[in-house]
């Protein structure tokens, strides 16, 4: 069987246009925790240091819930390391019972990065949010509370998202509180400048219909926009509340939609949604069938693209998708997505299923060309790394070069440009040839793609061994 994967991987491979050679110069390597480190992020990039931001938020008898930054060099040798326990709930002991989530990070513009967490305990009734912050400066962290205050019980401790605007200003983040039956649905909602990493507006709002509000997206201008949804329905129930720091409004849909990922998106000074989408909730492709553009200020839906090339709805065990990037160029949005799909293993004994944890996989992606009044051009399936287990690997990689589209998708694919209205794929820089067995450990980090324009160079990450990871610079091509 491995010799057809390699026969496979290695016609795909030659199918491209022959590669330049690059140059490659591997930093020395490094301990890394390729197992449990997760949400790898390239940040306070300049012309002396990168910094390798990463979380480790693990449970069990090898607990850890830390930041990791990590200092490299301009030949990206480790500096040094700097690590933060996430805050906790009481006193420090091995008997704490507090609980953790990562909630997403942000880079200010003045030197400093955040990351956001929420601790919660069962012993105290009680949950606090936090801002975590890096001054590389100083290399020092503190810790701010954001907000606080009581839940019925660990297991009644409501549900916590965070999103990005589009054009990265500003993030939010929705405290979705616990519903008692027969009590209002509550939202506390936090936004955040991303230039200054401090906090522009925050409030609760409260709703008394049977509506919850767990999707939501962040506008290019600060607002929230909160999907809400009637459980259990299959009429496709659905409608908007926009909310910013002045007050809320209401917007409708003049058809039954059931939203499965939306993105705030502006053209101009308008604003917009991009959505995809179903008119059925019986299963989860259902919510990727369509592709939409919704105009935020008139509250209506532009247009409502079949997406009929190639479909998420096709995809086993999918469990979400995700919209990666949205960029506007030639009067059309570019709108790059992958989904996740659960791993399904077969397990032989009760032991086994007892212990098992879920396993996700990234891809596949594809790339839709919108016009501006929402009509579908074009939609594209990018050749994408095949073994990406999350929550480290994504499938790509992607830097848009004074106008062009530079993929990484590892090993499979090396780096390519997406040339002839998008649709062919012109290999640039190849790395090995393709083996059927190249997954994690020893394969690149692919989200971890950076341009530098005044060196004409690509910095990538590669994990050497379930212990070891080294930063990669690519020039010459």
């Known amino acids: 069987m491995k010799y057809i994967y390699t026969i496979i991987l290695l016609f795909n491979f030659l199918s491209f246009s022959l590669a330049q050679e690059a140059k490659k110069e591997y930093g020395e390597k490094f301990e890394f925790d390729s197992e449990n480190e997760k949400d790898p992020h390239f940040v306070l990039l300049d012309n002396y240091n990168n910094y390798l931001l990463t979380v480790l938020d693990v449970y069990g008898m090898m607990a850890g819930h830390q930041v990791i930054i990590r200092k490299f060099d301009q030949k990206n040798t480790l500096v040094e390391t700097f690590k933060y326990d996430f805050p906790i709930i009481g006193e420090k002991n091995m008997f704490n ?69 589009e054009n990265g200003s500003y993030l939010a983040i929705n405290y979705h509180k616990y519903r008692a039956k027969g009590t209002p649905d509550k939202n506390q909602l936090i936004v955040i400048d991303t230039k200054t990493l401090n906090v522009v507006w925050q409030k609760e709002v409260s709703f008394d219909n049977e509506f919850n509000s767990h999707k939501f997206t962040v506008t290019n201008s600060g607002k929230v926009v909160l999907v809400r949804d009637m459980s259990g329905s299959k009429k496709g129930i659905t409608y908007l509340t926009v909310i910013s720091a002045n007050g809320q409004e209401d917007k409708n849909f003049e058809s039954q939609i059931f939203l499965g990922e939306i993105k705030s998106v502006s053209i101009g000074s308008q604003e917009y949604l ?139 694919y090396g780096i390519y440009v997406l040339g002839d209205n998008l649709q062919k794929e012109e290999t640039k820089i190849s790395f090995n040839v393709p083996r059927w067995q190249t997954e994690s450990p020893n394969q690149f980090v692919n989200q971890l793609f950076t341009y530098f324009p005044d060196k004409n160079s690509f910095l990538l990450a590669k994990v050497i061994s379930k212990g070891e990871m080294a930063l990669v610079n690519i020039s010459g091509f």
């Not at 909630?103 to 305990?121: D, I, P, R």
């Not at 020092?140 to 954001?146: C, D, G, I, P, Q």
């Not at 709108?335 to 396993?359: C, D, Q, S, V």
């Open 97 to 165: 019972n507090s609980l953790f989530n990562y909630l997403g990070y942000a880079e200010g513009q003045n030197g400093k990065v955040a990351v956001f967490t929420e601790v919660y305990s069962n012993k105290t009734k009680t949950y606090q949010i936090h801002k975590l912050e890096f001054d590389k400066a100083t290399a020092k962290f503190t810790s701010t509370v954001l907000a606080e205050g009581e839940i019925p019980s660990a297991m009644k401790s409501g549900w916590l998202y965070s999103e990005k605007s």
């Open 274 to 412: 991009v959505a995809l989408n179903g008119s059925a909730m019986d299963f989860k492709d259902e919510s990727y069938r369509n592709l939409l553009l919704y105009d935020l200020q008139s509250g209506k839906m532009l247009n409502n693209n079949k997406i009929t090339a190639f479909s998420f709805s096709s995809v086993k065990n999918i469990t979400d998708v995700s919209i990666r990037s949205i960029m506007l160029q030639n009067n059309e949005m570019h709108i790059f997505a992958e989904a996740r799909t659960e791993l399904k293993e077969k397990m032989t004994t009760g032991f086994e299923m007892m212990n098992a944890k879920p396993k996700y996989n990234f891809g596949p992606a594809y790339l839709f060309v919108l016009s501006f009044d929402g009509q579908l051009k074009a939609t594209k399936k990018l050749s994408t790394q095949l073994y990406c287990s999350a929550d480290l690997h994504y499938s790509f990689g992607l830097a848009n070069i004074k106008g062009t589209y530079y993929v990484n998708a590892g090993e499979y």
